[in-house]
């Protein structure tokens, strides 16, 4: 169990009890998460794999330098709320979750499946997540709803960058941080590569007024203030 992130894991496989597996013993599917013991967090992991869960996306991996860096400055602000944009496989999600447990996180995607995995970690117990199915370009009526909104990974996949980044950026109150590849590459997916001088026009366009740019291995994160 060393090798997984036994709480997220745990809830997983709980939520999908609720949604479609033979139920849990009751004491296994209600009991707080953080009060379960080793070998009830086993039981669950075990009736996850019986059931064919897909359980290794919640194995413990070395960050990526990317993520580490999200998250270093995320410590450095301790945020409140924060909107995570296409959350996707929890690359970025997962970690923070696990180590900003204060924190009220809302995940948003629009592709059903990552949804459903989303909401089974909610409802099993990760009693601070809200998960969505909503596409950031079609987010109009809110403002100023979370102190941070993360992007990672996700621009260069939106064909209305535009329309995303202003929407982040209303939907804010603090800062938006945003990852993008830095090079071209050969994923189909990858519609635009966004530089440097490109993200500054929009963002600034958008309402921010502080930018900080930063380079991690392939990858350029900026930190854009209001």
Same mark, same amino acid.
Request: glycine fraction near 6%; charged fraction near 25%.
């Given at each position: 169990?060393?090798?997984?992130?036994?709480?997220?894991?745990?809830?997983?496989?709980?939520?999908?009890?609720?949604?479609?597996?033979?139920?849990?013993?009751?004491?296994?599917?209600?009991?707080?998460?953080?009060?379960?013991?080793?070998?009830?967090?086993?039981?669950?992991?075990?009736?996850?794999?019986?059931?064919?869960?897909?359980?290794?996306?919640?194995?413990?991996?070395?960050?990526?330098?990317?993520?580490?860096?999200?998250?270093?400055?995320?410590?450095?602000?301790?945020?409140?709320?924060?909107?995570?944009?296409?959350?996707?496989?929890?690359?970025?999600?997962?970690?923070?979750?696990?180590?900003?447990?204060?924190?009220? =996180? *809302?995940?948003?995607?629009? #592709?059903?499946?990552?949804?459903?995995?989303? @909401? +089974? !970690? &909610?409802?099993?117990?990760?009693?601070?997540?809200?998960?969505?199915?909503?596409?950031?370009?079609?987010?109009?009526?809110?403002?100023?709803?979370?102190?941070? =909104? *993360?992007?990672?990974?996700? #621009?260069?996949?939106?064909?209305?960058?535009? @329309? +995303? !980044? &202003?929407?982040?950026?209303?939907?804010?109150?603090?800062?938006?941080?945003?990852?993008?590849?830095?090079?071209?590459?050969?994923?189909?997916?990858?519609?635009?590569?966004?530089?440097?001088?490109? #993200?500054?026009?929009?963002?600034?366009?958008?309402?921010?007024?502080?930018?900080?740019?930063?380079?991690?291995?392939?990858?350029?994160?900026?930190?854009?203030?209001?």
């Amino acid at each position: 169990m060393e090798r997984y992130e036994e709480r997220l894991m745990a809830a997983y496989v709980r939520g999908m009890a609720r949604q479609n597996l033979p139920l849990l013993p009751p004491p296994l599917m209600e009991t707080p998460l953080e009060l379960l013991s080793a070998e009830e967090i086993e039981t669950i992991f075990h009736a996850g794999e019986a059931a064919g869960l897909k359980l290794y996306y919640f194995k413990k991996k070395e960050l990526l330098p990317r993520v580490k860096a999200v998250l270093g400055f995320l410590r450095s602000v301790q945020p409140e709320s924060l909107l995570d944009v296409g959350s996707g496989r929890g690359v970025f999600l997962f970690p923070f979750l696990t180590q900003f447990s204060w924190t009220q =996180v *809302t995940a948003a995607d629009i #592709l059903p499946r990552r949804v459903q995995m989303l @909401q +089974a !970690i &909610a409802d099993g117990g990760i009693e601070n997540l809200t998960v969505l199915e909503r596409n950031i370009c079609q987010w109009t009526q809110e403002e100023e709803l979370f102190d941070v =909104v *993360t992007l990672l990974e996700v #621009l260069e996949h939106i064909p209305n960058v535009e @329309q +995303a !980044i &202003a929407n982040a950026v209303r939907l804010a109150r603090r800062f938006v941080v945003v990852s993008v590849p830095s090079q071209p590459d050969d994923n189909p997916e990858h519609i635009h590569l966004l530089t440097r001088d490109i #993200l500054a026009d929009q963002f600034t366009r958008a309402g921010c007024t502080k930018l900080h740019f930063d380079g991690v291995n392939g990858h350029l994160i900026l930190v854009a203030g209001k």
